[in-house]
């Protein structure tokens, strides 16, 4: 395994250009690009060693791709944010800085769901958003109270993992 900084480096000084030129093609902004190239090379600053890679460009792409997911994610959860809040009378809205904290938490939220079934999602929503018995998500969703126990226990069984990584 290489050291890791002089070796992030040269993966820097080699291929910057080509995966900022790859994120470009990707995402509107150019900007946005370019903060998601840096924040390539902090991640792989971030960690204690880098494996031996045979293709470094597909390594990069990879990890740049997921930025690139995380990234619109966010974008999709803020959107929403903003359409809720353009719902709500101006006296019920939260300030500025809460909207921030509530836009983080919810695009957390949505990554830690990320992998889930769809209807084990829903299930999930349905229980911690909504607040609706399980009894009232079986009825919902038209399938048993035992499938929504059991969906329930796959959803907290993967944000146990998720949470601890």
């Given at each position: 395994?290489?050291?890791?900084?002089?070796?992030?480096?040269?993966?820097?000084r080699?291929?910057?250009?080509?995966?900022?030129?790859?994120l470009?093609?990707?995402?509107?902004?150019?900007?946005?690009?370019?903060d998601?190239?840096?924040d390539?090379?902090?991640?792989?600053?971030?960690?204690?060693?880098?494996?031996a890679?045979?293709?470094?460009?597909?390594?990069?792409?990879?990890?740049a791709?997921g930025?690139?997911?995380?990234?619109?994610?966010?974008?999709?959860?803020?959107?929403?944010?903003?359409?809720?809040?353009?719902?709500?009378?101006?006296?019920?809205?939260?300030?500025?800085?809460?909207?921030?904290?509530i836009?983080?938490?919810l695009?957390?939220?949505?990554?830690?769901l990320?992998?889930?079934?769809p209807?084990?999602?829903?299930?999930?929503?349905?229980?911690?958003?909504e607040?609706l018995s399980?009894?009232?998500?079986?009825?919902?969703?038209q399938?048993?109270?035992?499938?929504?126990?059991?969906?329930?226990?796959?959803?907290?069984?993967?944000?146990?993992?998720?949470?601890?990584?």
């Amino acid at each position: 395994m290489p050291l890791v900084e002089p070796f992030v480096a040269t993966l820097y000084r080699d291929h910057h250009t080509w995966l900022h030129r790859l994120l470009q093609r990707r995402l509107p902004c150019a900007e946005t690009a370019a903060d998601l190239v840096q924040d390539v090379f902090v991640r792989l600053l971030g960690r204690p060693a880098l494996p031996a890679m045979d293709e470094p460009r597909a390594y990069l792409a990879r990890i740049a791709n997921g930025l690139a997911i995380d990234h619109r994610r966010r974008q999709a959860v803020e959107r929403a944010w903003l359409e809720t809040l353009a719902a709500l009378p101006e006296a019920q809205a939260p300030s500025a800085e809460d909207s921030v904290l509530i836009i983080d938490a919810l695009a957390r939220v949505d990554a830690l769901l990320d992998g889930l079934k769809p209807r084990v999602r829903e299930v999930f929503l349905l229980s911690r958003l909504e607040g609706l018995s399980h009894p009232a998500i079986a009825r919902q969703l038209q399938v048993s109270l035992s499938t929504v126990e059991k969906d329930m226990a796959l959803a907290l069984r993967h944000c146990y993992r998720v949470m601890l990584g």
